[in-house]
């Protein structure tokens, strides 16, 4: 069974920075994309950063320039460096990952169980 397992989060000031971990485990065949997204209070879940297996990176605008996302393959984790971080960016950070499983084959998406991001001003 696939497990992300998030680490990292916690409260910073404003200006300060923060990195998110997700640990990716199971019997994993191949991994399409490893992302991040984000949800704050009342508002919906927005895609973050996204690293494709073709190791192409995108962001939201938002965070263009500020935050920075990696992938270590040979430990199947993904890493989210945030700088300079604003109040707004305050919101459960999620890790997901679309991937394939042995016997399955199939691409599946999962979610990790979020951490917390609390930026004060």
């Known amino acids: 069974q696939v497990q992300l397992v998030e680490s990292g989060g916690g409260l910073v000031q404003a200006g300060g920075s923060l990195r998110l971990s997700c640990a990716a485990s199971?019997?994993?065949?191949?991994?399409?994309?490893l992302n991040w997204y984000r949800q704050a209070p009342g508002k919906e879940r927005e895609l973050v950063a996204a690293d494709t297996s073709g190791g192409r990176s995108t962001y939201a605008d938002s965070v263009k320039g500020r935050f920075t996302i990696s992938r270590d393959s040979t430990k199947n984790t993904v890493y989210l460096q945030m700088n300079s971080l604003k109040p707004e960016d305050t919101a459960v950070y999620y890790c997901?990952?679309?991937?394939?499983?042995?016997?399955?084959?199939?691409?599946?998406?999962?979610w990790g169980q979020g951490t917390q991001v609390t930026v004060s001003s």
């Open positions: 997901n990952a679309v991937l394939a499983e042995f016997a399955t084959w199939a691409p599946r998406t999962y």
């Open positions: 199971g019997r994993i065949y191949r991994i399409n994309s």
